[in-house]
């Protein structure tokens, strides 16, 4: 059993900034890219960003210069600071892993239950 569980979310003004948090947990043998994706009303799930074990990020293009993701190992932890959010930013933040729970068992995705975000004066 793996769980992911995020926190960070809320009401932000625009132009404000924000950090969202996710931990890992369960049985997890090994933990493999982590990432975060959001999903506005009535519209698709999009990838926000993401990280390897090995610390390599990759953004959204819309995202890039004011979005930040980062990992802790030993934690099993992945955060996403947001800056310069914008309306637009408004969704709910889903958390994602990729894990392999045992040494035969094949890599799989995990996510989390989601958190809103959204960004109103």
């Known amino acids: 059993q793996v769980q992911l569980v995020e926190s960070g979310g809320g009401l932000v003004q625009p132009g404000g900034s924000l950090r969202l948090s996710c931990a890992a947990s369960?049985?997890?043998?090994?933990?493999?890219?982590m990432g975060w994706y959001r999903q506005a009303p009535g519209k698709q799930r999009e990838l926000v960003a993401t990280?390897?074990?090995?610390?390599?990020?990759n953004y959204a293009d819309s995202v890039k210069g004011r979005f930040t993701i980062a990992r802790d190992n030993a934690k099993n932890t992945v955060s996403l600071r947001m800056s310069g959010l914008n309306a637009e930013d408004t969704a709910v933040y889903y958390c994602n892993a990729r894990i392999m729970t045992g040494f035969w068992a094949g890599t799989r995705d995990y996510w989390g239950q989601g958190t809103q975000v959204t960004v109103s004066s």
């Open positions: 990280i390897t074990s090995g610390g390599t990020t």
């Open positions: 369960g049985s997890i043998f090994r933990l493999n890219d």
